[in-house]
C-alpha cells in the first residue's frame, strides 16, 4: 500500500514549481480545487503561473492540470446524443467570428454544440462581447436553460458559469484562454500565429497545437488542431455590432460576403463532420457546411439560438430579414465614421491587425481592463482584402468611431491609414492554413 501523499501549503507548492520540480497529480489538483473554494488568491495564481511560464510543465503535469480544471465543477453529460456532440475554440485573433455562423452551421447538420466562450480582453474580440451587442442576448444560462437549449435547437453560445468549470472561469478572468468543454466527440482548435496573435510565429503555435493535441489524445477526444495566421483580419469587419453584421451576411449568403470567412469556417466545421463520421471526406464536409448557408438553414438555427438566449422574437426575425435598415437599427453603429485612404495604387499586400485591433481598443470597442464597458457601436470595415487591387485616392476602410475619438486616440487616423502595405506587383489571395495536426 502507498503512502498517502503529504499536502503542500500553496506557497510550497509555488515553491516546488519554480525549482523545477515536478507536481503530482494531487498537488495540481489541490491548486486548481483552491481556485474554488479560496484557498489560492489572485498573488497565488501569478506566481504559479509565472512558475509555470519560466519551468515549462511535463506531460503528466498538463494532463492532470486539464482534468482538474474540467472536474473543478458539474460537468454537463449528453447521453441521448453519442457520437454528435462537437466544439471548436481559437486562441483569438482580430475579426475571429468563426464561432458565430460555425455553431448554427453545424447545428443545421444536426450536430449538438454546446459552446462554452469567453470575453475580450486586450486587442482581440470575445465571442460572448459580441452577440451582446444583440439587444437581449443572455450569456449566463443555467445548466437547465443549456440542456434545453442544446435539445431543442441544437447549438448555443454562453459563458462558463459558477458551477460549470469554475476554475476555468477564474483564469479567464486574468488572462483569455482557450476553455475547456468535456464530454467531447469532436473538437476543433485554431491555433493562431502573427503580430496580433498569442503566438507570434507558426513555430511557436506549433509547439501549443502539439501539446493540445497530446492531451486531446491521452482524454480520449478526437481532436484536430489547425494553425492559422493571424497577421491580417479575418473577413472585412472588426467590432463587436460590425461582426454580427458579417455573421449575418454569410447566413444570408449575401453577395459580396467574405470568402476568407466562408473558407475558414467550411474547412473548420467539416473538419468537425469528418472527424464524428458524418462526412466521408473533409470534401464533402466543407460544402455540408457552405450548403447551410445556401440554403438559409443555419440563419434558422441562429434565430432560435438567439431567441432561446433571450433576445425577443421580433428582434431576431428582423435581424434575419433582408432589411437592413432593420439590422442596422438594431445593431447601431456609431454615425461617426471616418475613411482610410491608399496614397498609392497596387495590390494589397498587407492590412496590420494589431494596428486595427489597437485602434477599436482603446476606442472603446475593447477592454484595457476586464472592468471596462464596451462600446458595441464602434468598429473598422474593411473595403479591400489581400491580393486585391486599389487606386491611389481610394477608400480601403470605414471606421466607427466615437464622438470624442480624438480625445481618446489622438494618433487613431493616422495610425488607421499607416496599416495598408500596397505592392505594385499583383499579389497573392491570403492562406491562412499553415498546418493541420489530426
Request: aromatic fraction near 6%.
Amino acid at each position: 500500500m502507498s503512502t498517502p501523499e503529504h499536502a503542500l501549503s500553496i506557497p510550497d507548492l509555488i515553491a516546488k514549481k519554480r525549482d523545477g520540480l515536478e507536481l503530482s497529480p494531487n498537488e495540481i489538483q489541490q491548486f486548481i480545487a483552491g481556485l474554488s473554494n479560496g484557498d489560492v488568491q489572485d498573488c497565488h495564481v501569478g506566481a504559479m503561473l509565472m512558475a509555470i511560464y519560466i519551468q515549462g510543465m511535463t506531460e503528466r503535469e498538463i494532463c492532470s492540470m486539464t482534468m482538474s480544471m474540467r472536474d473543478s465543477g458539474e460537468r454537463l453529460s449528453w447521453p441521448n446524443y453519442r457520437g454528435i456532440v462537437v466544439d471548436k475554440h481559437s486562441t483569438g485573433g482580430i475579426g475571429d467570428k468563426i464561432s458565430i455562423p460555425l455553431a448554427p452551421a453545424l447545428a443545421a447538420c444536426q450536430m449538438k454544440v454546446p459552446m462554452m466562450s469567453g470575453r475580450g480582453l486586450g486587442i482581440t474580440g470575445g465571442t460572448l462581447d459580441k452577440l451582446e451587442s444583440i439587444p437581449g442576448y443572455q450569456t449566463q444560462l443555467t445548466d437547465e436553460q443549456i440542456v434545453q437549449l442544446i435539445s431543442n435547437v441544437g447549438c448555443g453560445i454562453f459563458s462558463q458559469s459558477v458551477k460549470l468549470n469554475p476554475a476555468d472561469r477564474y483564469l479567464y478572468s486574468i488572462r483569455d484562454v482557450t476553455a475547456t468543454v468535456p464530454n467531447l466527440d469532436g473538437l476543433v482548435l485554431d491555433i493562431k500565429y502573427g503580430s496580433s496573435a498569442f503566438m507570434k510565429t507558426p513555430e511557436n503555435a506549433e509547439v501549443l497545437a502539439n501539446w493540445l493535441f497530446k492531451v486531446s489524445e491521452l482524454l480520449g477526444m478526437k481532436t484536430c488542431c489547425y494553425i492559422t495566421e493571424m497577421n491580417n483580419p479575418i473577413g472585412y469587419c472588426i467590432g463587436n455590432a460590425l461582426e454580427i453584421q458579417e455573421s449575418l451576411d454569410l447566413m444570408k449568403y449575401k453577395q459580396g460576403h467574405s470568402a476568407d470567412l466562408e473558407d475558414l469556417i467550411c474547412e473548420q466545421g467539416g473538419r468537425l463532420l469528418l472527424l464524428t463520421n458524418k462526412a466521408q471526406t473533409i470534401e464533402q464536409g466543407r460544402e455540408m457546411i457552405r450548403d447551410t448557408f445556401k440554403n438559409g438553414s443555419a440563419l434558422q438555427k441562429f434565430h432560435d439560438m438567439i431567441i432561446g438566449q433571450g433576445v425577443s422574437p421580433s428582434i431576431a426575425a428582423q435581424l434575419i430579414s433582408n432589411d437592413e435598415k432593420a439590422v442596422q437599427s438594431i445593431l447601431k453603429l456609431s454615425d461617426v465614421t471616418h475613411q482610410a485612404i491608399s496614397t498609392q495604387k497596387g495590390y494589397v499586400q498587407s492590412i496590420a491587425s494589431f494596428n486595427l485591433g489597437t485602434i477599436v481598443q482603446r476606442l472603446g470597442g475593447g477592454r484595457l481592463k476586464s472592468t471596462d464597458k464596451l462600446d458595441f457601436s464602434v468598429g473598422i470595415r474593411l473595403l479591400k482584402h489581400v491580393g486585391d487591387s486599389v487606386q491611389e485616392n481610394e477608400p480601403w476602410a470605414i471606421l466607427y468611431a466615437p464622438h470624442d475619438a480624438s480625445k481618446r486616440y489622438p494618433s487613431f487616423l493616422d495610425d488607421l491609414n499607416s496599416s495598408l502595405v500596397v505592392s505594385l506587383t499583383p499579389v497573392q489571395p491570403l492562406q491562412r492554413i499553415y498546418k493541420i495536426l489530426t
